[in-house]
Nanobody
Framework: EVHLVESGGGTVQAGGSLRLSCAASGFTFDDYARGWFRQVPGKQREGVACISSSDGRTYYADSVKGRFTISSDDTENTLYLQMSRLKPDDTAVFYC????????????????WGQGTQVTVSS
């Protein structure tokens, strides 16, 4: 059974940093495209960063380019999201997700989801 468990969320001041982790089990991690998404109440879930299974190619939303970095430790089956220079607009529940095909920035294309971790950035 596939499980994804996020951790590392919390409350930080604007300009600060956080690193999110997503521990995966039940599947061969590096065979799957993986991504980070976020959602604010009342808004659609949006893609933040994704990484391809085949060649490690990455995708970032324009709003996080240069501030966030997605990485994967395939030996530990763990996906990371390093977030720097955080802004109040980054406040959201962050989710990791996986799909056994090419990467995508569309939440609807992903099959497996974690429970989410709250990130709050205070001004």
């Amino acid at each position: 059974e596939v499980h994804l468990v996020e951790s590392g969320g919390g409350t930080v001041q604007a300009g600060g940093s956080l690193r999110l982790s997503c521990a995966a089990s039940g599947f061969t991690f590096d065979d799957y495209a993986r991504g980070w998404f976020r959602q604010v109440p009342g808004k659609q879930r949006e893609g933040v960063a994704c990484i391809s299974s085949s060649d490690g190619r990455t995708y970032y939303a324009d709003s996080v380019k240069g501030r966030f970095t997605i990485s994967s430790d395939d030996t530990e089956n763990t996906l990371y999201l390093q977030m720097s220079r955080l802004k109040p607009d980054d406040t959201a529940v962050f989710y990791c997700a996986a799909r056994p095909r090419g990467y995508s920035d569309s939440p609807g294309d992903y099959d497996y989801w974690g429970q989410g971790t709250q990130v709050t950035v205070s001004s």
